[in-house]
């Protein structure tokens, strides 16, 4: 019988490969909006304004950018995907094919978040390679400093994210409801988290209220893998976000057995 | 012994306004071909969705195969096709790749699934459309899909909530065809439906069920035993008002036309008995027709009469809960259960 399959049986890959389909096989709605994106942004803010903007921390504004332009791409993207494609199969009931299938609760969360994350990461390569692109351009190209902090920031903060966009799918009532979880919550966490600037240039208490935004971390430890250069221990903000990330992994499974937002 | 293929006790669902299921107690033996009739809003899709997990009881049990619906509801839902009323099919990928999907989540590795979904596809007429999505598929087209997405998991216990609704009648009874064979091969199914005649002719054993609750159960033969049916006799010299009959289980006599109209219970057994009586009453007998109840006349009595019951209830005892109207079951069916 499957059931006595593992969480990571053949269900488990089934979902995996049908989530990630889903957004592969449209890459005009997936992967070419953040590209545009970023290309405007690294023409806008690192090329025409950067010019402009002393170096920060010894690196040209436009290198210091780089890695806050590839986790916003990355952790929304991730958060995006998890939300929309839960709600949407929500919304038409199709999720209906998996709920009634003998899925455990944990194998279906684990395939949206890996799946979703997976999304995250891919965004962020593209991004990069945007970045590579115009550093190689305008002024040097630039290598990776720290590739093993790089992987591992990058791999928990798509899964968090991702995470977080599962409670979102779970909680949204209408589309209305992504737009705001997108527009009011993420986007200015991650302007306010050391995207676009270095902690150091704000004024107490905006400092110190700023080390409150998750996102500061994220940011910071990504920037540390890319450059080398980092605010805060990087050991540390990887050891809070991996917690986080499990604490909201586990919330994730714990609705889905509850049912929130899925059965009557 | 084998533990029956859906079994629930006192089942409730219950919502911030209103009592979906009020202890609604059913067996379903392995194998049978069980029909689950009512009228809208009876409780019937909350019943299945119960078994399949979209919807979570109240209070009761619940299990299929003898597997508890949410303890054990992998085991459970690997054993279960379902064929839904809504059409919940996932519009982003074509047809075929939804039913490799769907065997997937039931743990079938991807080459048997291709295989299964493309036989599935076959079995319900659709195979040249595989790679159409589902939008795309006429209407006939989708509800043929529903059964085949019900099919491509080779269910123990397949769940069919209205799947000839607005189809025509060919569909209808391919569809039939298609679920007689997997009944016929073991497949043990639950069917709801509106069409009276469609229990009639596929269904073992019936229940009625209204208001949340089982107003009887029995086959569809037996039910319409209990209906009335009505015997038209001819006579040679009719007279001017209908004779006596007495004869048990006789309800009415009158005249129309100069025809005999009787109607009784259990009336072709007792026309023999009938013609024998008006022979010895001095009428001769020229022609006889016997029309029987249908069990959509016995499911409107027995619907009408648990509502008028249920209403008188509820005025006397101020609460919903309220003995059963029903007679009792045959073997495998529990009595009726109040709350």
Redesign the interface.
């Known amino acids: ?3 006595s ?1 593992s969480v990571l ?3 488990f ?3 995996l ?2 989530e990630i ?2 957004y592969v096989r449209r890459p005009r709605n997936t992967f070419l909006p953040p590209m545009i994106t970023n290309v405007l942004y690294f023409a806008v803010f690192g090329i025409v304004l950067g010019g402009r903007i002393d170096r920060i921390a010894g690196f040209r504004y436009i290198v210091f950018i780089l890695p806050g332009l590839v986790v916003l791409g990355a952790i929304s993207n991730a958060f995006e995907n998890a939300s929309f494609s839960i709600f949407h ?1 929500r919304w ?3 999720i ?9 609760y944990t194998s279906m969360v684990l395939a949206y978040i890996a799946a979703s994350a997976l999304r995250g990461i891919l965004v962020g390569i593209i991004i990069a390679g945007v970045g590579f692109v115009f550093l190689t351009a305008t002024v040097a190209p630039i290598g990776v400093a720290r590739p093993g902090y790089l992987v591992a920031f990058g791999l928990v903060i798509t899964v968090l994210f991702a995470s977080f966009g599962v409670v979102g799918g779970l909680w949204a009532r209408d589309f209305d409801y992504l737009t705001v979880m997108n527009q009011f919550i993420i986007r200015p966490l991650v302007f306010f988290g050391g995207v676009f600037y270095s902690l150091d240039v704000l004024p107490e208490p905006y400092r110190t209220l700023s080390l409150l935004n998750p996102m500061v971390y994220m940011v910071d430890g990504v920037r540390y893998g890319f450059l080398g250069y980092a605010d805060i221990d990087p050991n540390l903000s990887l050891a809070v976000l991996s917690g986080l990330a499990a604490a909201v992994v586990a919330l994730d499974v714990a609705l889905f057995r509850r ?1 929130y937002g899925l ?2 | 012994m084998a533990p029956p293929a859906i079994h629930t006790r006192d089942l409730v669902k219950e919502y911030a306004d209103v009592t979906a299921l009020r202890g609604l107690s059913l067996t379903v033996e392995q194998g049978e071909f069980f029909g689950l009739l009512g009228p809208n809003g009876a409780g019937k899709t909350t019943f299945i969705n119960v078994l399949v997990g979209l919807v979570r009881k109240t209070a009761g049990e619940a299990t299929v195969f003898g597997h508890d619906v949410e303890r054990d509801y992998r085991e459970a839902r690997d054993a279960i096709g379902l064929a839904p009323q809504e059409f919940n099919v996932d519009r982003f990928f074509p047809i075929r790749e939804v039913l490799e999907h769907k065997a997937g989540y039931h743990g079938i590795p991807a080459a048997e699934a291709r295989r299964r979904a493309d036989e599935a596809l076959k079995t319900v007429g659709i195979y040249d459309k595989r790679d159409t999505r589902f939008d795309w598929l006429s209407g006939g087209m989708k509800r043929r899909f529903m059964l085949a997405r019900a099919l491509v998991s080779d269910p123990d216990l397949l769940i069919l909530d209205e799947p000839t609704a607005g189809v025509d009648v060919q569909l209808r009874h391919d569809l039939w065809e298609i679920i007689n064979r997997m009944n016929d091969a073991g497949t043990t199914i639950l069917l709801t439906t509106h069409y009276i005649e469609e229990a009639e002719r596929l269904c073992d054993r019936v229940a009625i069920v209204d208001e949340g609750r089982k107003v009887e159960v029995a086959s569809p033969g037996d039910l319409m035993d209990r209906g009335t049916d009505t015997i038209t006799l001819g006579l040679r010299n009719p007279p001017a008002t209908p004779p006596e009959v007495n004869l048990g289980g006789v309800t009415d006599v009158s005249l129309t036309d100069g025809r005999l109209l009787v109607t009784a219970a259990r009336g072709s057994a007792l026309v023999p008995d009938l013609i024998r009586e008006l022979d010895e009453r001095g009428f001769e007998v020229t022609d006889v027709d016997i029309e029987r109840a249908s069990l959509e006349e016995v499911f409107v009595d027995m619907t009408r009469s648990e509502r008028a019951g249920g209403r008188r209830d509820e005025s006397e005892d101020g609460e919903v809960g309220r003995a059963a109207a029903g007679t009792g079951g045959d073997a495998g069916t529990d009595v009726e259960v109040s709350r």
């Open positions: 019988m499957s059931t399959g049986g053949v269900g890959r089934t979902l490969r049908r389909l889903r199969g038409n009931e199709y209906h094919e998996a709920l009634t299938s003998p899925l455990s049912g059965v009557d």
